[in-house]
Structure formats: structure tokens, C-alpha cells
């Protein structure tokens, strides 16, 4: 008996050698920071063409007076670093937008995340899905000024959907969820199939699948009056509302709670977005996120001039319940400026939308293409 099963014994040794000695640990610098935050930075309605003090939504949305806070609220987001001294910031992709660096690692991997907090509120670094080796929810709540150790191990034997890979999770505060959540603590995370992370960046625009561009983008429903930021928003943006004047408004005014609800893409309204840019004829991976926790927060995200493999069915649309993270693979060939946005009319209206580009690159020879 003990001879036969030698052989399986020495299999499963090689097997786990080769495991161990191929798994990387991903390194990762990470603060938590605070930003005065403007969801329409152009202050036009890049959807109607018009300025922002004209739109159809501006008295609800996006007007700034006695009873409305405007369009800039003071929010906390996450920004990558270069190392432990966590004094030289890695450029953070403006179409990101206030969501946090991109965390990558292929499946088997180890995450080791080097958190500082330098908000003012208490707020951690927690991930979905993963399993964490330093116990449940570690770090759940890191004071201000303070750091934490994250260590999060990617499972070897991860099951990628048919033809796709790689998968989709994030990370978000848990100090106090639904407080960080809305003010902003938010990020993504992309598991590869082993050998498919090319190389690990900030940058969604920088390619970590060979020859395939990725592009992440959130729909969601920020409620900044759930956001511990607000007293500072209405202070300090708003012709000095001070706390009485705020805590009445909150008690009192339906409308009021409403305008501080941003219907949003990566923390841009009505195609205020930073400049989101593919390419013709050359390959997307599409990211989803969606966040919510209202009935709601349904969301439908729906291309205009273009098509996308979704689990093998090509679509323009697909649903997004609350807490949802979809992947999805596009072959641009309509060239020109295109509309994504959610199809639900109410949150289409309120601003979720935004522009994407497809450009065009033309061959010039020896040096290749050029735009």
C-alpha cells in the first residue's frame, strides 16, 4: 500500500513546489486622503451643451445657494504611493476619478498593502471576497495618523468564467461602511489566471493583459449626506451653513436630502468626465463597478456605438444590481465620441453619464501608428 501511494505523494510535492516557488507577493502603498471633490469640474452639462446653471437638473442637482450645496463636496478616496515613507504619490489616472488605485494580482498570489490614514475620520482597507491571513476583518478601524499591515492571499485554485481572464472584486472601508462608502472610500481589484498580469499599475489606461486596454469605470448613487464630510461641505462650499442651519435642512427639507444624492460615473456628472479614450480595431476589457444600497440603485450600463461580449453573448446593456462587478470585452470600430450612461430615465436625467472616445490611429510606416 505504501508503494502505491509514494508516487501520488511525490506528485503532490511537486505540485506544491512549483506553487509555492512560482507565487508572487504584490506590494501595494495606499493612503487614505482628503480631497475637495467637484462632480461637474467643467461646470457645463456636457449632455445637453449647455452651462451647468441652465441644465434641466440645475436647481435640484447642481445649483449652490441658501438651500443647495452645489456641485464640490469634501471627500475621503485612496491614492497609491511608491513606498513606505508614502512621500512620492504614483500619478493617479484622472479617468479613474475618485475611485482608488487599481490592486492587481494573479490568482495564487499574495497582496500586501501598506495603509496610512491620513483622513481625519477613522476608515480602513478591507477587500471582498478575499481571504485575509491575520484574522477576520483585520484592521477594521485605523485611526487618523495611523497605518496597518494588510495581508491578503489569493486562492490557487480560483474558477475564471469561460474565455475570460480575469475577474473583478474591490475594496472599501469597513471602519464604518456606510459612512466610507459614501464618502468616497472605494477601489478596484483584478484577479488574473496565472500568467496573465503583465505587469501591476495605478493605470487604467496601462495595459496588464497583453495587448488589451482596460478601462474601469462605477455607477452609483453617493449619498453625501450619509457622508461623515458633509458639515465641512456646507461650511465651508455654501456660503458658511453653519451646523443648526444644516441639521434643519436635513430635518425639514425632502429636497434638500435629494440634491445631496449624486447620480454618478467614477465621481463625474453629466459627461464631466476626465478624457476616456479608446482605440479603434484594438481590444477593451470593460470593468463594472456598481454600488448602491437602495432599491434604487439599480443600474443599467448601455454603450452607444459599439457592442460587447458579456459571458458569451454579445450586448449594449447590461444590468447591475447593487454591489455587482462585471467584466466585459469590446472591439471598438465605430470611431468618434460615443455616450455611456445608465439607462434607468431617472438617474440618466439626474447625470450618470458620460463620454468615451474611439479613436482612429493611422500606420506611418517604419515608426508604426500614430493618432
Excluded at 56 to 67: I, K, P
Excluded at 93 to 98: I, M, N, R, T, Y
Aim: proline share 5%; with cysteine; aromatic share 12%.
Amino acid at each position: 500500500m505504501i508503494v502505491h501511494l509514494l508516487p501520488l505523494f511525490l506528485l503532490f510535492w511537486i505540485w506544491n513546489l512549483q506553487n509555492t516557488v512560482t507565487a508572487i507577493t504584490r506590494q501595494y502603498y495606499i493612503t487614505a486622503e482628503e480631497v475637495d471633490w467637484d462632480y461637474a469640474p467643467q461646470q457645463w452639462d456636457n449632455l445637453r451643451d449647455q452651462p451647468l446653471n441652465q441644465s434641466f437638473m440645475s436647481d435640484l442637482y447642481t445649483a449652490r445657494n441658501a438651500t443647495r450645496l452645489g456641485t464640490v463636496y469634501r471627500k475621503a478616496v485612496y491614492r497609491q504611493y511608491t513606498d513606505a515613507s508614502f512621500s512620492i504619490p504614483i500619478a493617479h489616472d484622472p479617468a479613474l476619478g475618485f475611485l482608488g488605485p487599481i490592486i492587481k494580482a494573479e490568482a495564487g498570489d499574495r497582496i500586501q498593502v501598506e495603509f496610512f490614514n491620513r483622513a481625519s475620520q477613522p476608515c480602513s482597507l478591507h477587500p471582498h471576497t478575499i481571504k485575509a491571513t491575520n484574522g477576520s476583518l483585520p484592521g477594521r478601524s485605523v485611526q487618523p495618523n495611523q497605518g496597518y499591515h494588510y495581508v491578503w492571499d489569493i486562492p490557487a485554485d480560483l474558477v475564471f468564467p469561460s474565455n475570460q481572464s480575469s475577474i473583478l472584486w474591490v475594496y472599501v472601508s469597513k471602519a464604518n461602511p456606510l459612512v466610507d462608502l459614501n464618502a468616497g472610500l472605494v477601489g478596484p481589484i483584478v484577479v488574473y489566471a496565472p500568467g496573465h498580469l503583465v505587469k501591476a499599475s495605478a493605470n487604467s489606461m496601462v495595459a496588464s493583459l497583453p495587448g488589451v486596454q482596460e478601462v474601469f469605470t462605477m455607477m452609483m448613487t453617493t449619498d453625501e449626506g450619509l457622508s461623515n464630510y458633509l458639515p465641512y461641505s456646507a461650511q465651508h462650499y455654501n456660503n458658511n451653513i453653519n451646523s443648526n442651519d444644516l441639521e434643519q435642512l436635513m430635518r425639514t427639507d425632502d429636497l434638500f436630502l435629494e440634491s445631496n444624492r449624486m447620480y454618478h460615473i467614477n465621481g463625474y456628472i453629466l459627461n464631466n468626465n476626465a478624457d476616456l479614450r479608446v482605440f479603434y480595431g484594438r481590444p477593451v476589457r470593460w470593468y463594472i463597478l456598481a454600488f448602491g444600497l437602495e432599491d434604487d440603485d439599480v443600474h443599467t450600463a448601455h454603450w452607444h456605438g459599439a457592442t460587447l461580449l458579456y459571458h458569451g453573448h454579445r450586448v449594449d446593456v447590461v444590468d447591475l444590481m447593487p454591489v455587482s462587478f462585471e467584466v466585459l470585452d469590446m472591439m471598438p470600430d465605430n470611431e468618434g465620441q460615443w455616450l455611456f450612461h445608465c439607462h434607468v430615465a431617472s438617474h440618466f436625467e439626474a447625470g450618470m453619464t458620460a463620454f468615451y472616445q474611439v479613436e482612429k490611429l493611422e500606420y506611418t510606416g517604419e515608426e508604426g501608428w500614430d493618432g
